[in-house]
């Protein structure tokens, strides 16, 4: 039965509770027959029992119905349940092994369906098929616990007569008595019958339950409204509901009724109810409850179990019942407490009131608070209080006090040691952790402990102090194994062997601190012998730091900030390497090639340095100039590289490249060869001035037994002067080396820039070379100065005396560069050069001092050069002005990016300053290779230059330009057009002129830049032309001898600057005026125009202008019948024309005659565009006066050119009376007055007196007729202005002729000139600005009324 009572059980169905009856037949045969007679409802047999039945025809299948069968077509039998073994064999456990083999693989053998009879026999006797090895047991022990017929703790199977014991009742079913679960009735003999054993409980079986009782209320409760206000309680209190809400003070009765009662638990075996408690709060002690009898609805004695109290505190809370010790099921139950009505009783704040009615203050320690209507006093929480009474609020204790205890009416103040961590409210003072303190009483917070002490327990009121000075990492040190000396100082043992901390050096040393030894930074150094005291290194990468005696590769250890290279090396590149078998027959090789190089290189400087003034153009003057500046800022950037500044790449490397300039020959590696001390290697720096000074002597040595003329002292001073000025500063920095110092750290002395291993002032080896660089100063850069300031002071009296010349020749290098009024400032040069010298050596180690002092210096002197403007060349002035600022660019830039400046973090410093360095270059380079090209190529090149008397031959001269430019293309100059500089005149000539035209005047060779230019000429072996006018006399031999002093005007002028001496004159002019130079003869019988046209055309006849003979004679010009002279046929010719230009001047004056030709130059192609030609009067063929006046009135316009006779010249005078007078006839004629500077205009008294009488025909008349020119505005024409200018002026004059003419005698159509008077009050503006000698009255004639018809 108990597999199939598992299988209905597992289906949901308890044969315990569901079914009526559970009968026991003991015979399955009979279970058969009780459910086929209907008896039982359902029957439980083993499988084959109704097909035994069927068998033996005592039953059909038709009869029963199968309860969950399960299909299985292996198994013989129809079945409802899985397979469970049975009848197992076991043996005990004396049994031994053998025997156990034995039986089981007997029993295994037995087999019914066996053809072997003996193996068959047995299973068919006893009706089994065979015998297999046993199953698994576990899950039958697990069905037989489910239904209670195994007892696992025990090992116990309860057996068939143990029925009442197999009853197991499920949940909420308790097993009825045996006399109750056995029914007798119905049931059959021999059968036992259970008649449901298990009987369901009350539900629920404990009922809690709670009611109001009768209740007294206070005097302040409005028990009015309490009444009105019903209480709710739930019929029976459900766990975690609400059970009841009422007022608080409200009595209640909580009942717990038994259901099922002490007689029916001991019916059902139910547990008896031996204690019950309650508890109306969860924190509350627990109640008992009192038992007592109770009867249930059914009738029934039963028990209940009751506790009575007051509603308790207002708010929501938990009862629980505990039985017997554990939590009652309905356990726990909530219940709610309100506020009673009160009466309203009014009091003031900080006031409660009294059951009476009465109000009463709040005590000190309790304020007032309002519940609804009630006034009630509660006490301060523990961390408030309130020392006054009749408040409404408690007080925070204030930070350092608390207080322990409710309704305090004051804080104490925490202990030394403690306290309250800063905040307000506190209960009560927290101690000080280890590391803190809290030294006064009433602390707020505790204090870490200081650095340099510590605390070792909690709440302790002070902290301990580190012994010897030692001091704590951090705050809040714990114990003392935390001290230690502090970062930036070591532990200095002392003879006790305590120790001391002392301060470690900075910034050469790092000092961790706390037992760490002193590591020095790299940049510094200490000695083995001497660990703790700190050398600075020039060079940072040469100390990498670390221990005492640490430097690079290959440096000596033992030599101070590691400045001297090791045994075998030598300094190269920055750094010490190693010279590998370097023979000295290398060092040899390297000095001869030197030798090679510069030998060549000093003898061409000293050539070039040393030639004849004369000779130096202005173009090889400033490539000298360029380079020498180039080299001078190399000089100094190699000072601006010994400032106390950290420099940024490239210009760091660039200024350790330059060490050759500031003399330093270590870089020749002789240190491969011999060891030399740093005295020796001093000594030996110096040596190339030696050397230079060696070489210039012996070449000039040469020279002068070569050219015994030649002045060797002279030229040694100059040779040597011009060497020092350009070296200037490596000199003085070389000599000065043992002066140029820096610091070390800590008062450990200073060192030498050019060799960090001598310490200055403390050692011998300064000394020596401090008395070596003061002797080297005394010989060399001392003297140069003093020579330069004496020959500067005594220059304004050496260029005018000749004693003075071996002087001037020996200090040339001084002056020779500068423009003459400049001649001072090479002392400025050596000024500025040995001030940039002097700073690192005055303000060493302070770097701002001396970027303030070095920018000062170089802005300084860029403005004097910039005022002074004292090279000859203005590129070369802008180039030395703008690399004075470049520099100052790359200073400023250097300062501002070294660590003690404010913008040491501006990484765009090192670009500009790097651009400025480039732009310094390329300057330099550009402005050299700009100069050597314009000493190579002349431009521009003329053809021709006319040395000319500018007050004699200045119209002549410009005239003669016109003409030769205009026959042959070629280019002249004359100084009114090209000359922009006195100074580059002869340079001019030297360097960009094809051949000299002298046109030789009254007074040509009398002037001294005329005198000049033919020197100039001569001793550059130039191509000379000489024209003679008619005013020229050939100067005497006295005057060409001892009087050419006297005979030539050189006051003002000093020709002796430009290398151009009396001597040099001298032999020019006995040259020119020989026979060696091609000479022609002007003739004086022409006019002016006439002889210079025809002289231009003889030029081309004889020798098509380029290569005349130089021995050829004098020829004379003589009238020919050339297209510029003027035949009677052609004055007959103009005779019969009308509307010509005709054009008046002096014919006594060869300037008037040359400036008249000029006009016509310009005139003659624009007037031929008017129909009209151009006509001179008085040139070469006489003119009737009829015949003038007829010319005159049948032309255009009347020119008249007034110089400075023109008021005595007849001719001139009938030209302007027959003008004159030609307009009063109504003459369609134009006068136009034209003024020169030698003309002054007359006044009323010169007109009257002065004119001689026999100039007048009809002297009243006449006079009115000159007055009457003089009436016109008379336009100006400066004949020695420039070519732009004598352009305007004829401009102007063109604006006043007429350009329309009425040929047959008409009314004339005139022009009005508009821009007439502006063209010539610019014209006259630009000639003012050109002539030093032109009066106001040279330009404008004054203005008197006129005519309309008479504006021009």
Known sequence: MQLQQAELLAMGFNIMTDPVRLTFSYNQNNIVQDVESGYADVGLVRTDMIDRSVAEGTTRWENFRLINEIPDSDFPFKRSTSFTPEWPIGALTHVPNEMLEVVATS????????????????????????????????????????????????????????????VQCPSGYVKQSSEKAFCIDDCKDGYTCLCRPCT????????????????????????????????????????????????????????????????????????????????????????????????????????????????????THVVEVMINGEQAVMSPVVTVHTEPPQKVISCPEGQRSEDDGSCTPCPPGTVGFVEGVKHSCRPCMPGLYQPSSSKMMCVLCPSGRGAALDGATECEACAAGSSTMGREGRVQCEPCEPGQEAVAPGQERCSSCPRGTYSLDEGSSECITCDSGTTTRELGSRNASACGCSAGNYLLKTAGGQGQCQACQTPSFICAGFGAEPVIVAGYMSLVDEPLKAFACLEPEHCPGGGPGRCAAHRD????????????????????????????????????????????????????????????????????????????????????????????????????????????????RVSCVVTIGPVASFILDLCPILACAGIAFGSLLIKKVRKPGTDFMAQYVNTMGALGSMFFISIVLGCMQPFICYSHPGRNGMSMRSRPSVLCFDSKSHTLMSAVGIVALGLVPLPLVALACYSTRKYPLMIVRSESHRLLTATRFLFLKFKEEKYFYGIVLMAKSLLICLVPVAFRDRGQVQVVIMTSMLCVFVQVQQELRPWHSNVTNTVDGLIGIL??????????????????????????????LVLIAVLAVVAIVRAIYRHFRVWPYFHHFVTHHKADAAAQARLLKMLIDTAYNQNTFIDSDHLKDLDTLFDTVKTRVGQLIVLLTRDTLKRPWCAGEIATAYKCNLEVLVMEGPSFYTPTVDELGAQLNTYIDVSGVQLSKYGIHLSDIREAYHWMLSEAVPSLALCADEAPRVRLEQAVACLKNLSSFSTISGNSSVMRVMSTNSSGTRTPKDWHDHLKRSGLVVLSADPNDDEAGAAAGIIIVKLQAKLGHMGSGLHMLHEGVYEEPADQRRLIELSRALVVLLTARTLSSKPQLDAIIDGMSAKETGSQLVVIPLSTPSFTFPSETFLATSLPAEFYTKPDADLAQIKGLFRFIASAFTFHASNDVIQLQTDAILDRIPAHFDKHGGRRIRQLSISNKISMARTNSLASNELESTQSSDLESPLVPLDEDDVN
């Open 107 to 166: 029993l295994w053998a037995l087999d019914r369906d066996s053809t072997d009879p003996a193996l068959a026999t047995p299973g068919i006797t006893g009706e089994f098929a065979t015998w297999v090895p046993p199953m698994n047991y576990l899950g039958l022990l697990g069905m037989l616990e489910s239904i209670g017929y195994y007892n696992p703790k025990e090992r116990n199977c309860l057996r068939s007569e143990d029925v009442y014991e197999a």
């Open 200 to 315: 369901k409980l009350q539900e629920p079986a404990l009922m809690l339950q709670a009611r109001a009782l009768e209740t007294t209320w206070p005097p302040t409760v409005d028990t009015d409204e309490v009444q009105a206000l019903e209480p709710h309680f739930e019929k029976h209190c459900k766990r975690m509901d609400r059970c009841l809400q009422v007022a608080t003070g409200q009595r209640v009765r909580w009942t717990l009724l038994d259901q099922i009662g002490s007689v029916g638990r001991a019916q059902i075996n139910a547990p008896m109810l031996d204690e019950v408690k309650i508890r109306l709060r969860f924190d509350a002690d627990w109640q008992p409850m009192v038992k007592r009898s109770a009867t249930l609805p059914s009738g029934l004695s039963s028990e209940e179990y009751i506790f009575d109290d007051a509603a308790g505190t207002v708010g």
């Open 557 to 668: 250890a033992s030599s101070v900030a590691c400045g001297d290279c090791a045994a075998g090396s030598y300094e190269g590149s920055g750094k010490c390497q190693p010279c590998q078998e370097y023979q000295s027959w290398k060092l040899a090789l390297v000095l001869l090639a030197v030798v090679i190089v510069m030998v060549p290189v000093a003898l061409a400087s000293m050539k070039f340095v040393n030639r004849e003034d004369f000779f130096m153009t202005h173009s090889s003057t400033d490539v000298a100039v360029l380079v020498s500046m180039s080299v001078s800022v190399l000089q100094a950037f190699t000072t601006f590289g010994m400032l106390s500044i950290t420099w940024f790449e490239p210009v760091a490397s660039l200024f350790k490249a330059l060490g050759a300039l500031s003399l330093n020959l270590q870089i020749l």
């Open 887 to 916: 520099m100052t660019v790359v200073l400023v830039s250097g300062a501002l990016e070294s660590d003690y400046t404010a913008m040491a973090q501006a990484s765009v410093l090192p670009i500009i300053g790097t651009v400025a």
